[in-house]
């Protein structure tokens, strides 16, 4: 099942678009926005919240890995 995730945009009076995601970690953050930031230009800079170092939760991948250690 697909995690909620939550974009924010602010645009500035000299059309400045800072986006910012919510509620992801991981590269999912990076992966979410892929799309949009294609459509709306070129991205000039890039900061990444504290959240993207943190490794997802991903309970499928972590019992695969238990069972290749049998």
Known sequence: ???YRKI??????DGKI???VLNATGSSCTET?????KALG???ALELLPEYYTEP??????ETEYLKQW
């Open 8 to 13: 924010e945009y602010r645009i500035a009076k």
């Open 57 to 62: 939760e991903n309970l499928t991948n972590t």
């Open 42 to 44: 070129k991205v000039e």
């Open 18 to 20: 800072t986006e910012r």
């Open 33 to 37: 926005t892929k799309e949009i930031e």
């Open 1 to 3: 099942m697909a995690e």
